[in-house]
C-alpha cells in the first residue's frame, strides 16, 4: 500500500562480507513485509513511473542511504532522517512544479 508517506531508498550496497549479509537482511525484510527491494534496472524506473502517476505527484523522493545504515534503522525500529541534500532537492522540485509552492516560498522570504 503506498500513500504521500511512503518512503522511498536508494540503497548503496558495498562487496564485502558485511555487505553481502546486509544485502540478503534487505532481501529478506523486503519479502517479509511487502517492500520493493530491486537491483536499479529499466524495471524499477517503470515502477517508479507507475508510484508518479498513481499518487499524482510530480517524482518520487528517493533517499540515498548505506545498506549498512538502513539495516540498522530496520533493526532499531527508526526511519533515517532524511538528509540535507534530499531536502533541499524535494523544496527545489517543488518550486519547479508547484507555482503555489513558489509564490508562498518566495513571501515566506521577505522581510
Do not use: C
Not at 518512503?7 to 525484510?29: E, M, N, P, T
Not at 524495471?43 to 523522493?61: H, Q, R, Y
Not at 531536502?87 to 516560498?105: E, G, P, V
Request: no cysteine; hydrophobic share 40%.
Amino acid at each position: 500500500m503506498l500513500d504521500e508517506n511512503s518512503h522511498f531508498y536508494k540503497v548503496a550496497i558495498g562487496a564485502s562480507q558485511q555487505a553481502d549479509r546486509d544485502y540478503l537482511y534487505l532481501v529478506a525484510q523486503a519479502a517479509d513485509h511487502g517492500h520493493y527491494f530491486a537491483l536499479w534496472s529499466a524495471d524499477v524506473d517503470e515502477f517508479l513511473a507507475k508510484i508518479k502517476k498513481s499518487l499524482n505527484v510530480d517524482f518520487v523522493p528517493l533517499q540515498p542511504i548505506s545498506a549498512r545504515d538502513l539495516v540498522r534503522h530496520f533493526k532499531a525500529g527508526t526511519l533515517p532522517p532524511l538528509s540535507p541534500q534530499v531536502l533541499k532537492n524535494a523544496d527545489t522540485m517543488r518550486k519547479f512544479f508547484n507555482l503555489d509552492y513558489l509564490i508562498s516560498s518566495n513571501l515566506r522570504r521577505r522581510p
